[in-house]
């Protein structure tokens, strides 16, 4: 369709989605004319010497003159065809065209190889491994054309699929990132990324707390536009290409000490605590070897209307406390009674119950802890799913009761 009605085709994806490949095999057979940027071979006599122009490397195009004679070659020349070929998005100053319909994308998610494709791949290098094989090698790979690639060309010598050929490939696609992209960045813009490996959605504000810099806004919107590493996953929210999300981590692990990372994922945990999202707080602060930190966020979080009880998330940290933490603070006797009840220990839950009873009797009335613990006990008499539906209205009442009369908060 481009060939016969198109102006402009402009591939954009990451390195090792094929994008030349696919633009070689879409223009096999016809006379075309191969152009670089990086190289200084956008003159007009060169623009002139053939009726389809290909143009790798667009994101390099950095020349103001460049981009002027092509723009010019496109508005002077409707019957040319241009196929540009670049790691970054549609620029600014080709906008235009695409606005207009005389410049056609093609994006890297177009590129992805699905299950059957991977299996293509492999028998065209004449190996065929079998369906759990294939499943396996899919899901690591994402479908990715060159790990897909690599990985088969390595089994078409004869070797047999494992996790360590996995491994293998992986490395070397990490080497060729680090070569190919990372390398070229400076190094402000490689401690950006790094910094934010760790998380697997971010926005701007946790991008300035991971790097401590102000202008993380504009330096994703730089991404952005300039690579197709980051994807935005809805509006303000953004995440690493997975491939490239693991290799960051790969390069941070590389490049910094065991503090600089426990440093970074405690900023991670700070972020989260000040969202009070105390789950993925209490992950990263975990990671951070922060012990002091996670029993802190274990009470405050325990303290929350217990409603809003993160469990599937806590539940592992509460199995860090010991019993003379949890027996010390009510809102852990009553997380610990309903996280048991939500895991169907319900003898687990009456038994934390029962020691939330005897905390509460074992203080005076008007003791503040004994008003909490009595509070806490009205919640599970009402919350606890292994309760009968028939005393629900009763402890409803009771517990109206207990708040008109002060005795709970």
């Known amino acids: 369709m481009f060939l016969n009605s198109g102006r402009i085709m402009y591939f954009f994806a990451p390195c090792g989605f ?8 879409l223009l096999k057979n016809k006379k075309y004319i191969r152009l670089s940027p990086e190289s200084g071979e ?5 623009l002139k010497k053939a009726d389809i122009v290909l143009i790798d490397d667009m ?5 103001e003159e460049e981009r002027q004679r092509l723009l010019l070659s496109i508005r002077e020349n409707p019957q040319k065809r241009f196929v540009l070929l670049s790691r970054s998005r549609v620029p600014g100053w080709l906008m235009p065209f695409q606005v207009s319909g005389l410049l056609v994308t093609v994006e890297y998610d177009e590129l992805f190889l699905s299950r059957s494709e991977t299996a293509a791949v492999f028998k065209n290098f004449g190996t065929e491994p079998g369906e759990q094989e294939i499943t396996d090698i899919f899901k690591r790979t994402f479908g990715y054309p060159l790990a897909v690639t690599l990985t088969a060309r390595e089994m078409s010598r004869k070797t047999a699929y494992d996790t360590s050929v996995y491994e ?14 990372f390398s070229r960045l400076e190094i402000p813009m490689r401690r950006f990324l790094m910094n934010l490996a760790p998380f697997e959605d971010f926005e701007a504000e946790l991008a300035k707390i991971a790097n401590g810099d102000s202008r993380a806004g504009k330096h994703l919107a730089d991404i952005m536009q300039n690579t197709g590493m980051i994807i935005s996953k809805n509006r303000g929210v953004f995440r690493f290409w997975p491939f490239f999300r ?5 390069e941070m692990r590389r490049e910094y000490s065991d503090e600089q990372i426990r440093t970074l994922y405690g900023r991670g945990g700070l972020y989260y605590e000040l969202k009070e999202n105390y789950g993925k707080a209490l992950e990263f602060y975990s990671k951070s070897g922060d012990s002091d930190k996670v029993s802190e966020l274990i009470i405050k979080s325990a303290t929350l ?3 809003m009880g993160h469990y599937d998330e806590l539940e592992r940290y509460f199995a860090m406390l010991s019993d003379e933490q949890i027996l010390a603070v009510p809102s852990l006797m009553q997380g610990i009674s309903m996280l048991c009840a939500l895991r169907a220990d319900y003898d687990g839950s009456e038994r934390w119950y029962a020691e939330l009873e005897k905390f509460a009797a074992s203080k005076n009335k008007f003791d503040e802890a004994a008003k909490e613990a009595r509070g806490r006990l009205a919640y599970l008499d009402i919350a606890l799913p292994q309760r009968s539906i028939n ?3 009763k402890a409803i009442t009771v517990a109206a009761r207990l708040l008109a009369n002060k005795e709970i908060r």
Do not use: C
């Open 42 to 46: 956008i003159t007009a006599d060169a």
């Open 59 to 63: 994101q390099r195009m950095d020349s």
């Open 246 to 250: 693991k290799f960051l981590m790969w």
């Open 391 to 393: 005393g629900i209205a």
């Open 168 to 181: 293998e490939i992986t490395d070397k696609i990490y080497f060729y990132f680090d070569d190919a992209i």
């Open 305 to 307: 209307h217990p409603g």
């Open 18 to 25: 094929g994008k030349t490949t696919v633009a070689n095999e």
